[in-house]
């Protein structure tokens, strides 16, 4: 339909080409061309309108474009430091919609692992804030890594003790997630020899030395708190049994309730100490000690100081380009043979 009132256009062009090819303009055609010019001086006028409005709505959209790019870059930054102060398995579960943001709770066997450090209250009294700071934030960092990669869902740090749990909010089985919060405590004790290293060789006489105490068992697991503010956390018996094993266990250790003990016997051996009593808990809690936590890992270890007389060694090997480990070994050899040839 619309392009109907072009027909009238159409014939007097096709009259004008017919006329330019033969050299003979139709009489009467004057009009129909003057017209025509016209008719095209206002499409062109119009043309430029729609090309002006055209250009204004394309700047429009980019401006748009450009800034709902930044509103997603600072987006994208708010929600990553955000995610800082969850565990990524909360946050990726809230953030797929997964879990819903309200108060909820769902009661669920977990299993709970507790730690804090020996001795943490006179030590840090000695120390100057700058140095406690550092030597926390390098213990949660190097921690907190491990828990990731075992998959804990971290609760919190309180103070200089540790809450974290598995099965919730993903679960590989109540003994899968038994077994992987055990491996991830060996890992973290055993990680703690390279820390206790380091920090002696930074001159710190009293380095951290860590308690663990993990219980299986039900717990409320979900949102506490108030419309406005919630944690995502554990509550109930199970989590208080793990803070009193985490108080009964052995310096560099690792206390397991019978309850975890069972489920993870095949993987580490155990040593059962003497039944602790829990309050709120009316029969007295058998205990296993997890053993051999340090068997081979020598070999494992990534931060290495040995000191005694006429010996400084100090081998941070994480820190040795790939491409000079051979002279690294040469060196070492080379030191070796010198002081058997002595």
């Not at 700047?59 to 987006?75: I, Q, T, V, W, Y």
């Not at 100057?128 to 998959?151: C, R, S, V």
């Not at 105490?213 to 208080?240: A, K, L, P």
């Amino acid at each position: 339909m619309s392009f109907e009132i072009f027909k009238k256009e159409k014939t007097v062009i096709e009259r004008a080409k017919e006329g330019l090819n033969n050299g003979k303009i139709p009489s009467g055609a004057h009009k129909e061309f003057e017209q025509l010019l016209k008719d095209y001086e206002k499409l062109f006028k119009s043309t430029k309108r729609l090309v002006r409005l055209s250009d204004r709505n394309e700047a429009e959209l980019n401006k748009l474009a450009h800034s709902l790019d930044e509103k997603n870059k600072m987006l994208e930054g708010l929600s990553e430091s955000l995610s800082k102060y969850l565990s990524p398995q909360i946050y990726d579960s809230i953030f797929s919609g997964d879990t819903e943001v309200r108060l909820e709770t769902q009661r669920k066997k977990l299993t709970v692992f507790f730690s804090d450090l020996k001795d943490f209250t006179a030590t840090s009294e000695n120390l100057q804030p700058e140095d406690l700071n550092y030597l926390l934030n390098k213990y949660f960092t190097a921690m907190t890594t491990i828990a990731l990669k075992h998959g804990a869902t971290i609760d919190k740090f309180i103070g200089d003790a540790m809450l974290m749990f598995f099965g919730d909010p993903q679960s590989n089985g109540v003994v899968e997630d038994a077994k992987a919060c055990v491996r991830m405590a060996i890992e973290m004790q055993q990680k703690m020899e390279d820390l206790k290293d380091m920090w002696l060789h930074k001159g710190f006489a009293q380095p951290f030395r860590m308690r663990v105490g993990i219980n299986t068992g039900y717990c409320n697991v979900g949102n506490f708190g108030s419309d406005h503010r919630m944690d995502y956390t554990i509550i109930g018996g199970e989590v208080n049994l793990a803070a009193r094993l985490e108080q009964s266990s052995d310096t560099d250790g690792i206390l397991l309730s019978a309850e975890t003990y069972a489920l993870v016997k095949d993987i580490v051996d155990g040593e059962e100490r003497e039944p602790i009593q829990v309050k709120g808990i009316a029969r007295d809690v058998r205990t296993y000690a997890v053993k051999g936590i340090y068997d081979d890992i020598e070999g494992q270890r990534k931060f290495i100081h040995k000191e005694r007389p006429g010996l400084t060694c100090l081998l941070d090997i994480e820190k040795i380009p790939n491409d000079q480990k051979d002279e690294v070994v040469s060196e070492l050899e080379a030191l070796i043979a010198c002081v058997k040839n002595r």
